[in-house]
């Protein structure tokens, strides 16, 4: 039997990188899955190719975010899976981010996700089902060169942490995923950039490759799952290895497989 | 040597305790805040100097730095960003608002603080910025859960301007206290859970704290958190089993 069969989800931030690679792995389990995203075009691909529901839905928009819940709600006829994996880099430090760049990161990795758990603890309450929010391993241990990012997802885990508590007694599970570098996924997606980065002269994780997104969509299902009962609050670090130690950093493309 | 410092949220407990402490050391201090009754009471006894902003008030932050550099002698050797609020209760019953204010009070405004200070600290050869966090940031508190969530951002902060600052010799690192007296989590200590040592800190025990960090005797302390629980924090404490 599959590992999801009928299980309803909602997913957001599918229409590109670890979110469609997360709707695709839940629906090949067996789940019904809608999924939101701001690109009409990529969400509407995404959907005929696995199967899934697209509901178009800015995750700054407070309205959006709550018409999205509600459609998912009424389209699957409950929730028993919530995925919170939408989000934005910026590639600044500290001192050079701009107040809107700082805005959109908070207003995007951190509010939003607010509102949405808020929005689906309800609905999850009642079929005693389960969240993953996507965080950052720049959110275990931050990066200067993607500051505000770091800082958010620092607070995404703490959201994670916080939601489990109070969620844990109704039997509603929360956990977060750290991706390390991830491909395709953050860092390929940056806003304006048309083309993929090369990604070859990457720092390797002592496992020598990056991170596929496949591999998040993994941790995403087994912790989504009731394989995955008593894990709560827990932050799942997919990264392999680069958090393990400042060794990590001295890897070199060149010893990559 | 005489050195200059900003502090804002200074008419609280933790803050005023801190430009008392500041003062005694000789510093000159411009500190910020809301309430201006407490703000010339802390003038006439400190002889710091008083700019009003609201931490939700872009503006008047802007403006506040450009009065303490002005006043300051254009520069700022120590920045201590203590500015905050607290929200109790659940998330589930946490609103929009609710959450705005604590994001732009003790997040937002620590970032933008440290962000308009941060090039001329690097113009004049160096700074140092202490944040002031919570142990919730931690170790989340599930009575104050919203709080712990942005308190944890800015821990991050201050490892972030410290990682960035070290190679232009700013340092930044986040105080992180428990329920101090007096604090933010109102004056009656029956009210909270005890502590690991039975005693609470004081606000005193704060700027002592940040009084260090800021000193040359931590020249080397960058990036780092300093929780002041008593020892709370340090490990679970399990209920004896009989």
Redesign the interface.
Known sequence: MQRHADQRALVTGGTSGIGEAVVSRLCEDGARVVFTGRDETRGQAVARRTGAGFVRADALD?AAVRASVEAAVRQLGGLDIVVLNAGVLCEA???E?S?EQ??TV?GTN??AP??Y??EV??VLRESRGSMVLVASDA?VW?E?PI??Y???K??V???T???A??AGPDGVRVNAVCPGDTEPGMVTMVAGRETLPDTSGWTRPPLGRLVHARDVAAAVSFLASDEARTITGADLLVDGGMRAALRANTVDAEHAR | MSRSALVTGGTGGIGSAIVRRLRANGDEVVFCGRDEQRAAALERETGAVFFQADATDRAACDASVAFALERLGGRVDLFVGNAGVLVEGPLAGTTDEELELLVQTNLTSTFRYGRALFAPMRRQGGGVMVLISSDSAIRGSHRIPAYSVVKAGVVTLAELFGAEGAPHGVRANAVCPGNTLPGMAGDDPAEWRTTASGAFATADDVAAAVAFLASPDAAHINGATVRIDGGTGAALQMVTRS
């Open positions: 407070p430090t500290l001192s981010t107040d700082w805005d908070i951190l509010v607010f509102r758990a808020r603890l309800p959110g931050g200067t500051a505000a770091s800082v958010s620092r607070m885990i703490m959201l942490r916080m939601l508590v109070e």
